[in-house]
């Protein structure tokens, strides 16, 4: 499992800081750095907010997966980024993004990029990354 960085904009640690994690898992629900195109393997992702502020949270988490191909070009997934609301009380959050038939064969650098909505539908100031080692796609 990756660890990643987490940015929280005009606030001390003490009132909003987190950790994210990230990991391909194949079919079998195992990590793996190897995964078949046409096999229903995933990104997995959770993260955890902590501090004074979390209960002030509001909005939307955005999960996206960058995927670019060695030699190649980049690539967004899903095209839409998968929404997550913010739960009051709670600061855990986990999404499993579906990557079946998603890239096509090839040695790709994954990036687990996490951005944040507010609750007027603005950029928030939180979100992070995760940089997961080579992913080999096979067919």
């Given at each position: ?33 190897v995964v078949c195109s046409t096999e229903g393997w ?49 600061g855990r959050y986990t999404a499993s993004v579906p ?13 687990v990029n996490l951005t944040t909505t507010t609750a ?20």
């Amino acid at each position: 499992m990756a660890t990643g960085e987490f940015q929280v904009m005009k606030v001390t640690a003490e009132q909003l800081a987190g950790v994210l994690h990230s990991q391909v898992v194949d079919p079998g629900a195992q990590p793996t750095n190897v995964v078949c195109s046409t096999e229903g393997w995933t990104v997995d992702v959770n993260w955890e907010v902590t501090g004074e502020l979390v209960d002030w949270l509001s909005g939307r988490w955005n999960v996206e997966i960058i995927a670019d191909l060695v030699g190649g070009g980049e690539s967004r997934h899903p095209s839409s980024p998968v929404e997550l609301t913010f739960t009051p009380g709670s600061g855990r959050y986990t999404a499993s993004v579906p990557m079946r038939g998603q890239l096509a064969p090839g040695i790709y650098d994954l990036v687990v990029n996490l951005t944040t909505t507010t609750a007027a539908g603005t950029a928030g100031a939180l979100g992070g990354f995760v940089v997961l080692s080579k992913i080999v796609v096979k067919e």
